[in-house]
């Protein structure tokens, strides 16, 4: 679960949270809890001492609530998986490929 905003006015989402939505301009934008559950819509490994171990994979998920985010992840991820967030890791989300139970 990770937590973004929802505009009242245009019905935008946001990650992370805002005060004035983006879009529409508003400021009636509140919290908003999302699964963070989304598709991998790129990834890379990133060969870089920044963080460790190196390398550390880097994808683009496009969330259920139709948030585009950047997040680290728990191994490979390929384009068109579907991911979810596994746990936190200094304010960014850590995803793993989501299989079906
Ligand atoms: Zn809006």
Request: cysteine-free; charged content about 15%; glycine content about 0%.
């Given at each position: 679960m990770i937590r973004g905003s929802l505009c009242a006015s245009c019905g935008a989402a946001w990650y992370p949270e805002v005060i004035r939505c983006a879009l529409c301009g508003s400021f009636e934008v509140a919290p908003s809890p999302m699964s963070g559950e989304g598709i991998v819509r790129s990834f890379t490994w990133v060969h870089s001492n920044?963080?460790?171990?190196?390398?550390w994979g880097l994808a683009h998920i496009e969330t259920a609530e139709g948030v585009f985010l950047v997040g680290l992840t728990e191994g490979h991820l390929d384009i068109g998986d579907r991911a979810a967030v596994l746990r936190f890791e200094d304010d960014l989300p850590v995803y793993t490929r989501q299989v079906d139970a």
């Open positions: 920044a963080r460790h171990p190196s390398p």
